[in-house]
């Protein structure tokens, strides 16, 4: 039988579209590579998980829209003077204390207010940044993705971003969230490469490379024995090195001295955050007494934060949580009240509001609070919650579509939400 001609072709045309979408160069390095994930798709993956991303890690950090701004500004020059300048790439602070910073592919960067305290002028930041901006412009990230090393972070977040119902367990979970993504491990030769070429971008963009060498000289300090508690997550993405050193100080010298290191502008962008940190450090002290399930201390630590600092939303969620272990239900509501009129683009405070309006029986203000919350990140409480509302409410389809997810997650909830979808199957009503 004779097949039409486009249909003989279709072979040799699928071996062409494997090989070219296969076969290409590393935009950074220069040197070739297989790759199946295109460049449309790393932007597609970079732009829907930044959100989740970001919320699971704390949230943007709103209480310094200077800074924020000024830190975009340093990462978009350097980003500029990049192999891939043409990248929608954007940078936030998050409000998170752990010492950490994050790129996904598509160049979608992140920087934990715990990082800032640590560095001492901007050309260190330019270092923090360019390194990040190398792991997406030289498809680190992607890469991994080919490897089927990183999960959907969709999925990823509802089984993990549960922790029980109480609102203990959810003030504390954001340091321990985040997708796969957040926490790639890119092996040495990456950390090597994206140190490299992130020097080159400094020198491109007027700083002293010599940023590098301090930032890196300064993890390794902390990284050998007594190393702050919080820097595990950090130092598993990116492990510092004395070999890391040593690299740094031969390509700053290859670069050459000359640049800036704008420390004066850091410092005056760091002022306000520097004075708050007292504030911080309290709430970090009540995060620990609600981790021993000291209510009373924590809500005293969330006081004195508070008193340093009204307008943090996160010392007014500690309270609530504590409030509510205190069996203080009105106080926490009001608390909740405060941290959501203080920040509205993050999803805990309207997790753990909507999780209170429904044990006291508010189902419509619930069902508002969570599916807030679910849009921001979704999470196997908040879809559990809207799950129980539904169902309160008489509609098992509904409450059904709920269930389902949780009980595929690999959340606390999952073994109740299974129970809850064979009870309401077998038309058993409790
Ligand atoms: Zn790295």
Redo the contacts with the bound molecule.
């Keep these: 039988m004779n097949m039409p001609r486009s249909l003989r072709l279709l072979p040799a045309l699928l071996a062409c579209a494997l090989l070219c979408a296969g076969c290409g160069v590393n935009p950074v390095t220069g040197s070739s590579e297989l790759s199946f994930v295109s460049e449309q798709e790393e932007i597609r993956i970079g732009q829907s998980q930044y959100g989740p991303s970001q919320q699971s890690q704390g949230g943007v950090l709103n209480l310094y829209p200077d800074l924020s701004a000024y830190v975009s500004r340093v990462g978009m020059s350097l980003a500029r003077v990049s192999d891939r300048p043409e990248l929608p790439y954007e940078f936030v602070v998050l409000d998170n204390s752990v010492p950490n910073a994050w790129a996904l592919p598509g160049g979608k960067i992140a920087v934990n207010r715990g990082l800032l305290y640590e560095l001492d002028d901007e050309a260190q930041l330019a270092a923090v940044l360019g390194?990040?901006i190398v792991?997406a412009a030289a498809r680190?990230g992607a890469k991994q993705q080919e490897k089927g090393t990183l999960l959907n972070i969709g999925l990823a977040v509802i089984g993990v971003a549960t922790a029980g119902t109480g609102l203990q367990d959810l003030a504390m979970q954001g340091a321990q969230l985040g997708g796969a993504m957040v926490q790639t491990r890119?092996g040495r030769d990456?950390?090597l490469e994206?140190d490299r070429f992130g020097m080159q971008y400094m020198a491109r963009a007027g700083y002293d490379p010599q940023g590098a060498v301090a930032l890196q000289q300064r993890f390794v300090q902390l990284s050998d024995g007594k190393q702050p508690a919080g820097f595990s997550a950090l130092f598993a993405?990116?492990p510092p090195s004395q070999e890391r050193v040593d690299a740094n100080r031969r390509t700053a010298s290859r670069l050459g001295a000359g640049g800036r290191d704008g420390r004066a502008d850091f410092q005056r962008a760091m002022a306000q955050l520097k004075r708050d940190r007292p504030a911080y450090e309290a709430y970090a002290k009540g995060v620990t007494a609600m981790n021993q399930n000291q209510y009373a201390e924590a809500l005293k630590y969330s006081r004195e934060a508070i008193r340093l600092q009204e307008r943090e939303g996160q010392f007014h969620e500690l309270a609530a949580a504590a409030q509510s272990r205190l069996d203080l239900p009105a106080d926490a509501i009001k608390s909740l009240n405060r941290a959501v009129a203080l920040n509205q683009s993050y999803y805990r405070p309207y997790l753990m509001r909507g999780t209170l309006h429904l044990k006291r029986g508010n189902l419509d203000v619930a069902k508002q609070d969570l599916t807030v919350a679910n849009k921001l990140l979704p999470t196997a409480d908040a879809t559990f919650g809207l799950g129980e509302i539904a169902q309160k409410e008489g509609d098992i389809d509904t409450a059904l579509r709920y269930y389902d997810p949780v009980a595929r997650s690999q959340s606390q909830l999952a073994a109740e939400a299974r129970n809850r979808i064979a009870r309401l199957r077998s038309g058993y009503q409790p």
């Design positions: 390194h990040e792991h680190h890119y990456a950390e994206s993405s990116h």
